[in-house]
């Protein structure tokens, strides 16, 4: 035990002081002057031909946005640094952080960023860059699933939608075979299921074995030993092993310790790996697959990515759409850890509302009416037993930490972690009997920068 704790501080810490270091934490006009960062950038200008492109240097790594053909640039995961193709940052984002593993893509001539880890919260907001005002707006969309990342997250532009897999901790709560692939129509904005992912697929989807790169028309998850492409166009999968991990040779170290200049570009069928030991030296090949080619020679033995849902699983599971399954406390530990390095990933667009100050008194709010239902005879947790007995109201911020007991001397944001546990506790254990959730995170109206929680039982409680 003792050993498994000492493990957890040391990756705690290297998280911790990952989310301090000194070039994330720099200004973007600042950081963009650097030596080795100016050379990424114009080797990088020069592979707009392809669909995606994305270069890493010893201080960081940017990309131009999948399918803008060089309109849009990006420092990965910084909401403040995008850039157009002269260079100018337009990014005028007040995030002093990062929206991590967000899935960033060019869709109708307009750029889009959606799902991720930040806001202090993994999400599946759909976000658009507005050219005009430098600023990223949010989109408010309907049926969304609790989170997505970009690792299982694409877009069919053929199809005018987003396409994304449950991460892997979004499985159906008795069944770890089961993975939910939901749709996002962009025309409409409004989320639907398309059904769950293969289950043969899924030991090539565990997320510590596979690598996703994304072609135009072809998703690819780069496996150990095996690896499988999706067909965007009728999501078919083939299992290749023509490419794996292991084809990927390792990157060159150069007299300083360092690996020089990384740059991977994928098109409609060819993904390639390219390194320069430095600035002046020739590029040399990591890795180079086509695509297209492998699919086609494995269609016979194609498989639909997507399959009905058992009816079986149906039933009060059947909309558990996302982190059914609660992270263990070692994991919400972690993770609470991670996400609250306060400049790390809190924006200003679609923040969360301030606290109030120390001293203040706060009142807790009355249930709607007086009337309070019963939890009926389920075996839930005595803090989500609190919350359906409250009944039907609003809480604020403050109302919240107060009704959870969080201690007014404790920072605020062990404060914020300590609410989001308790509300992704809460709601997964409420959606496995009700199929919803019961606590609902809503901006304020007149006040965006503040945010209400909403507690919703269904009727069946009462």
Sequence with gaps: MRLTHLALLCVVLSLRLGAQDDLRRMDPSDWFALDDVQTSWELLLAEKEHHWAGISCNSGTMEMVAGSRGA??????DMRMVMDSTGAIIGRSHNHGFNLGARHFYWNNRYFAIGGAGFWKRHSMLLEFIKSTGEWEWLMTKGEPEYCLKRGTWLDAGADRVI???PEDGRFPNNKNRRLVHALDLVTNVWAPLGMANPLLDIHLTDQRAQPIDFESYFFWVGLHKSFIVRKSDLMAVVTVDFNRSMIAPP????NGQRGFIL???DNSRFQK?????????WHVLADFDVVASFEAGLEDAVPFVVPIPAEALGQEEVATSSAAPLPIGGWALLALVLSGGAFVLGRRVSLRQEPEAGMEVSTPEPKNGVAPSNGDHSFSQLTKRFVAFGEGVMDTAQLNKFLGLDAEQSEETKRSRRAQ?????NNEYRVFHGQILIVREQDKADRRRTNYLIQPCSDNA
């Design 72 to 77: 849009w640039f990006n420092r990965v995961d």
């Design 264 to 266: 991977s570009t994928t």
């Design 252 to 255: 060159v170290i150069n007299e």
């Design 422 to 426: 308790a509300i992704r506790e809460v």
């Design 164 to 166: 994304a897999m449950d």
């Design 274 to 282: 390219l390194q320069k030991v430095n600035a002046d030296s020739e």
